[in-house]
């Protein structure tokens, strides 16, 4: 199976032959995989070389000349390093781009801190306007690509992973996707947390949604979940900053009595690369923790 970065650059590279309007802006990354679409069409993928502030503000002219422009790099130096590009060039001149970031929060943990951002979409949270996409598999990942490249003038963000769930599932619509039904709690798994969730909540009396639309955020589905007017305790399970998302549920279940527990990625840094595996554990983003975490929680012990 292709990763998530392989079907990107696939799925693009049709784009580009299917629709004069689309553009791809690199910024030295990801320049491989678009070598064929780059002798194909010269005028239309852009290599701006290690300029993150440059890679953005092309894609913001790209798009005020009529362009639909999709720009790729680590996600670090997609938002947190040109912010004020994306908030200026994008934001205030009210151009719309394709985001479409790799790595996200540890997923080259060789490359240092300076290659982690778990705090990419509380960023974009500060911003208005936005649409943003976390798939959880390559298959999900192309559907939501050609979705967010063919969403008219938009602002939107592609969160990619190298972590992935060993199937894909639906992602026709942009709301939250009931994966399991309980009473006793709701779980929502964000894009390739889905597997770690299943096999914590085996057994326990909790729904579990599945989210690969993050923003806008699907608060009726949630309210939904929890039962119309019922007290909620309520889970969410990011792959990036935890608590990221808390607010918006809050707002959905503003009416009910409810509790809700952030998890995700803690904001300690971990200052030992190690491997995504012992990032996966630390943050407690592991089976077992999740287990845990969300059983005492939600007061639902596991079936006998």
Do not use: C
């Not at 912010?83 to 240092?112: I, N, T």
């Amino acid at each position: 199976m292709d990763t998530m970065r392989e079907r990107f650059a696939s799925v693009t590279s049709r784009l580009l032959d299917e629709d004069p309007r689309v553009a791809v802006v690199l910024a030295e990354i990801g320049t491989d995989g678009f070598a064929a679409a780059a002798r194909r069409h010269p005028d239309r993928v852009i290599n701006v070389g290690i300029r993150e502030q440059l890679l953005v503000g092309t894609g913001g002219g790209l798009a005020l000349a009529g362009m639909r422009p999709v720009l790729h790099t680590f996600a670090s130096f997609l938002v947190e390093r040109p912010f004020e590009q994306v908030k200026l060039d994008l934001g205030h001149q009210d151009a719309g781009a394709v985001l479409v970031s790799a790595y996200g929060s540890y997923d080259w943990p060789a490359g240092g801190y300076t290659h982690m951002s778990p705090g990419d979409v509380a960023l974009l949270d500060t911003l208005d306007g936005w649409t943003v996409y976390v798939p959880g598999h390559p298959d999900e990942a192309g559907t939501l690509l050609r979705r967010a490249v063919g969403a008219g003038d938009d602002k939107v963000y592609v969160r990619l992973s190298g972590q992935s769930n060993a199937e894909g599932r639906p992602v026709a619509g942009p709301g939250f996707l009931t994966v399991r039904e309980g009473r006793a709690g709701v779980v929502v798994a964000v894009g390739p947390m889905l597997d770690e969730v299943l096999a914590a909540t085996e057994g326990l009396d909790v729904t579990v949604l599945y989210a690969t639309t993050v923003r806008p955020f699907d608060g009726a589905a949630l309210r939904a979940a929890a039962g119309a007017g019922r007290a909620a305790d309520v889970v969410l399970v990011e792959p990036y900053l935890a608590g990221t998302s808390t607010a918006y549920a809050n707002d959905a279940l503003a009416d009910v009595p409810h509790r809700v527990l952030g998890l995700g990625t803690g904001r300690r840094e971990l200052r030992r690369y190690g491997t995504v595996p012992e990032h996966v554990r630390a943050h407690g983003l592991d089976a077992a923790s999740l287990r845990e975490r969300i059983a005492a929680f939600t007061g639902t012990p596991a079936a006998a």
